[in-house]
């Protein structure tokens, strides 16, 4: 395996499991681990687990913090589910101005903001450039299709993902699209240990572009798209992304969303 640089390897956690890592391995061209395998290289970064119930992404070593996985139906989502805060990124982009928004969630991270829109009737586009976070969420995707709650299969029949950069998808893969959902950036918004482990590891794999010019660069791009309006999640008290003033914001207890509006939704 080639470890000259920092490298996440795929490693199944039963022997067992062996032949469907190779196969992840080789379709995100990752180093692949034998299971149990405990001499890790020292440039590894990142170990992609698959597990019998699915992926799992952590840090090496003994003393690392959990596991991250995309899991749709955990406490935390239907906790999240109940909570007001949904219905800000609700308002934010326009559920009930339109029946069934058409909605394209331009950073797709975990997914979570995809599924409460999901969850509050949008169909969504999920886009997410990291091949191996894809690969999380095209799990927790899988296994809420599969689940045994009627409610947890609705939400993820109106939730479909492309892997690769947004501003570069052909505007045909897209289809019709009514918002833009942008939350490009990592910013230690959320105090719980939990939140805080998952950011760091996060940050460390992946945040390596620019943190202000390249997000400013997305939200260029989603302006000049043809939809009613660009959403844009933003640290409370944070300047306006690229300093361009939003038509309004809507404001919560760690986040707000700065609303670009560009035309009636009723209209698009
Ligand atoms: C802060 S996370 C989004 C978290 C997400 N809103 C959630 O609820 O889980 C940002 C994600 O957007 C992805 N990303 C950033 N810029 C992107 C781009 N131009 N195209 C596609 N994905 C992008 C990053 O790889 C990262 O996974």
Request: hydrophobic share 50%; proline share 7%.
């Amino acid at each position: 395996m080639d470890v000259s640089g920092p490298v996440i390897a795929v490693q199944p956690v039963l022997p067992v499991l062996q032949a469907k890592a190779a196969e992840l391995a080789q379709r995100l061209g990752l180093p692949l681990l034998n299971a149990g395998q405990v001499d890790l290289p020292g440039t590894l970064v990142g170990l992609l687990l698959v597990g019998p119930e699915g992926l799992a992404l952590r840090a090496p070593g003994k003393s690392a913090p959990g596991a991250i996985a995309v899991d749709f139906g955990a406490g935390a989502m239907r906790h999240r589910r109940r909570g007001g805060q949904n219905e800000l990124l609700g308002r934010a982009v326009g559920v009930g101005k339109k029946p069934a928004l058409q909605v394209l969630d331009a950073t797709a991270g975990l997914g979570r903001d995809a599924f409460v829109l999901a969850d509050l009737g949008c169909r969504v586009t999920l886009v997410e450039r990291e091949p191996v976070v894809a690969a999380l969420l095209e799990c927790g995707l899988a296994r809420a299709s599969a689940a045994q709650e009627p409610w947890l299969r609705e939400v993820a029949a109106r939730m479909r993902l492309l892997t690769g950069e947004a501003c570069s998808l052909a505007a045909s893969s897209l289809g019709e699209l009514d918002v833009i959902y942008l939350d490009p950036m990592f910013p230690q918004r959320d105090k719980s240990a939990a939140v805080k482990k998952e950011m760091a590891l996060f940050q460390a794999l992946f945040d390596n572009g620019d943190a202000t010019a390249e997000p400013a660069g997305l939200l260029a791009w989603a302006l000049r798209c043809p939809v009613a309006r660009v959403v844009v999640k933003r640290p409370l008290k944070a300047a306006p992304l690229a300093g361009i003033p939003p038509s309004h914001s809507i404001r919560g207890k760690a986040v707000r969303y700065d609303v670009h509006v560009l035309q009636s939704l009723k209209a698009a």
